[in-house]
């Protein structure tokens, strides 16, 4: 049996008109519409063109109907310039990554969600608060990716050909998706990340979580989490000069822009001193980069220690894969950039924050 709606979601997933599908797979464009809409099931020859043109096993069609995430539900960053087709198939993929957590959550005990709703205090005081709920005090911010997953997050990556999508979160029954774009900076990637759980905190599903006004909420609780406004007032001067920017944001581990904005924000920095600085970081080379950064980015825990568990019992990503109806490919995607070992030289602050609650067991 074929469920028709997953052959709407792997063609959406690989970013396919229903004509494009139609011409790679040699299938008449009604018969597709019939196919995707229950009206009709394909033959099985007709359903194995289907398959290889969308390069998914044949398996994967006959499983059970996959939720996809509601669009109204999902915090986009820049929606309004990313195209329908780059948002269609991160949602798909989106369905995909909640199918592999639904599995590894069968097999293993994930750490409970403890993601506080904070819709009504502003950016400063939610950042705060859940600063304050997670005993991070004012020293600056531990491994994003483990800080989240401690904390019930199920961290994905966003597919790579699809770059221009920057990140996303949503609730889905309950537990809290974030997918991350892993082609950016290690700086970027933590600010991403801070920014996702500002739009779970702030905006969750009783709030907007769309628009210039949810960003900007967003953007605004990703700063103050990332660099507390007491830690920032205790390390940076007034009127601080660029060089002095520049060795400061690695306390943090944040970008040097966004360090900049955050002294503004504090009123560290006069509009001109903020104008000026960020005039010469572009020079510099930091609006598209970050020169000196932290090079390796900040990785997952939780699916680095649920596949090494798999291993020792002879189960590799290829045979979850198969068992999942996908392609190595798509294993490797969702997986990208997340499953590598965490940064060295972490503090001790950082290692017990991130690992608390991480025990997994089979």
């Not at 994967?60 to 820049?78: M, N, Q, T, V």
């Not at 029954?173 to 991403?192: C, I, M, Q, W, Y």
């Not at 406004?229 to 205790?234: I, L, P």
């Not at 109806?325 to 997340?338: Q, V």
């Amino acid at each position: 049996m074929v469920t028709p709606s997953r052959i709407a979601l792997a063609r959406r997933r690989r970013g396919l008109t229903l004509a494009e599908l139609s011409g790679r797979a040699g299938v008449s464009l009604q018969s597709l519409s019939n196919y995707e809409t229950g009206r009709t099931s394909p033959r099985r020859d007709t359903m194995g063109k289907i398959a290889s043109a969308l390069d998914f096993p044949p398996s994967f069609f006959e499983g059970p109907a996959l939720d996809e995430f509601p669009s109204e539900g999902i915090s986009w960053r820049a929606r309004s310039k990313t195209s329908a087709r780059a948002l269609d198939a991160a949602r798909a993929a989106g369905a995909l990554g909640a199918m592999l957590y639904d599995w590894i959550d069968e097999r293993f005990r994930l750490p409970g969600v403890d993601i506080p709703s904070l819709g009504k205090p502003d950016p400063e005081t939610a950042a705060g608060m859940v600063r304050t709920r997670w005993d991070l005090g004012e020293a600056p911010a531990p491994n994003m990716v483990h800080l989240l997953e401690a904390h019930g997050v199920r961290v994905f990556s966003l597919d790579p050909d699809y770059a221009e999508v920057d990140a996303f979160a949503v609730w889905r029954d309950g537990v809290p998706f974030v997918f991350l774009n892993t082609l950016k900076s290690a700086e970027r990637g933590r600010f991403d990340a801070a920014h996702e759980l500002g739009h779970l905190v702030l905006h969750g599903s009783e709030h907007a979580c769309s628009g210039p006004e949810a960003e900007r909420q967003a953007n605004d609780f990703a700063s103050a989490f990332l660099m507390p406004r007491a830690s920032v007032f205790g390390h940076m001067p007034s009127g601080a000069h660029v060089d002095q920017i520049i060795k400061g944001k690695r306390i943090w581990n944040v970008s040097a822009m966004a360090l900049t904005y955050r002294m503004h924000d504090l009123g560290l920095l006069t509009d001109w001193q903020y104008r000026s600085t960020c005039a010469e970081l572009s020079r510099l080379g930091y609006r598209s980069d970050e020169p000196e950064g932290m090079g390796q980015r900040e990785t997952s825990q939780v699916l680095t220690k649920v596949f090494a568990a798999l291993r020792t019992k002879h189960i590799r990503p290829p045979d979850v894969a198969a068992e999942l109806g996908l392609t190595n490919e798509e294993m490797n995607r969702l997986l990208f950039g997340l499953t590598l070992t965490s940064l060295p030289g972490g503090s001790q602050q950082e290692n017990s924050a991130s690992q608390r609650n991480l025990s997994l067991v089979p």
